[in-house]
């Protein structure tokens, strides 16, 4: 019976070793890659400049540029655009034109707020024909873009999207797909850990193991899932610091891991 229990021990141990082997390997292998990320992220907080339902009543006519009647909601949105990736984005690398679309809304006015590095070339024009902003640059590395402003007329909950094309990227990150794999990583090599103190304690302290188990697979799986609940996250952590605004100066110089920093 020892021997048998014994090589159990051996091929479980085996097993996790093997398969803590591969998931770094891959780590390194391709996650570690260089690759260029741009990554685009609006702001969740929407300022209204004309609330129109009150504003009807109003003795004013409120009018654009070109002399034209507004006569819906007027809200301002900020944005983050930039390489969050290894590898430089150039203006080469940008086969279809790189867009920022409101839908169902008319751009009014747009700003670039704040730029990582104006040697980087990065501008913003608007595209009368489509009622887009088109974004070009000369060369985008690691962290380069910018935080810019829009200042529309429609519904203050308008979805703000962008659009383009750039080589070897499918698809522009967002504030959901940039957490790092690193973490998921740690967090099953914890799991895996875990699993392995329980096949070895099991025997000796049966019932302490359950808490034991808990206590090392549960914590990583909190944090990941309170990571993906907090809405300013991304901004505070992996928003460059050159494009943070000043409201979010102070939070950003906390760290992830304080515990208060979840509950304010």
């Known amino acids: 019976m020892a021997t048998n229990t014994r090589v159990i021990d051996l091929i479980v141990s085996n097993?996790?070793?093997?398969?803590?082997?591969?998931?770094?390997?891959?780590?390194?292998?391709?996650?570690?890659?260089?690759?260029?990320?741009?990554?685009?992220?609006?702001?969740?907080?929407r300022t209204i400049i004309i609330d129109q339902a009150n504003a009807a009543n109003a003795p004013l006519r409120l009018l654009k540029h070109n002399l034209d009647t507004i006569h819906a909601d007027?809200?301002?949105?900020?944005?983050?655009?930039?390489?969050?990736?290894?590898?430089?984005?150039?203006?080469?690398?940008?086969?279809a034109p790189i867009k920022i679309k409101v839908k169902n809304a008319e751009i009014l006015y747009f700003k670039i707020l704040k730029?990582?590095?104006?040697?980087?070339?990065?501008?913003?024009?608007?595209?009368?024909?489509?009622?887009?902003?088109?974004?070009?640059?000369?060369?985008?590395?690691?962290?380069?873009?910018?935080?810019?402003?829009?200042?529309?007329?429609?519904?203050?909950?308008?979805?703000?999207?962008?659009?383009?094309?750039?080589?070897?990227?499918?698809?522009?990150?967002?504030?959901?797909?940039?957490?790092?794999?690193?973490?998921?990583?740690?967090?099953?090599?914890?799991?895996?850990?875990?699993?392995?103190?329980?096949?070895?304690?099991?025997?000796?302290?049966?019932k302490s193991v359950p808490?034991?188990?808990f206590f090392f697979s549960a914590l990583p799986v909190i944090y990941l899932l309170l990571m993906l609940y907090k809405a300013d996250w991304f901004i505070n952590h992996k928003v460059p610091e050159t494009l943070r605004n000043e409201q979010y100066e102070k939070q950003s110089k906390k760290k992830v891991f304080e515990v208060s920093s979840w509950f304010r």
């Open 74 to 95: 007027v809200a301002s949105v900020n944005f983050y655009f930039f390489n969050q990736g290894k590898e430089t984005i150039k203006q080469e690398n940008v086969y």
């Open 115 to 206: 730029t990582a590095r104006e040697i980087s070339g990065i501008r913003i024009s608007k595209d009368t024909v489509d009622n887009s902003l088109v974004i070009n640059f000369k060369a985008l590395e690691k962290d380069d873009g910018i935080v810019g402003q829009i200042i529309f007329e429609g519904d203050k909950d308008a979805e703000v999207t962008i659009e383009g094309g750039v080589d070897r990227v499918k698809s522009f990150r967002t504030e959901l797909d940039t957490i790092p794999k690193i973490y998921f990583l740690i967090a099953l090599f914890t799991f895996l850990v875990a699993a392995y103190i329980y096949l070895l304690l099991s025997k000796r302290n049966p």
């Open 211 to 213: 808490k034991l188990l």
């Open 15 to 45: 097993a996790l070793s093997i398969t803590i082997t591969i998931v770094f390997g891959y780590y390194f292998l391709y996650v570690g890659d260089k690759e260029r990320e741009p990554t685009f992220y609006v702001d969740p907080v």
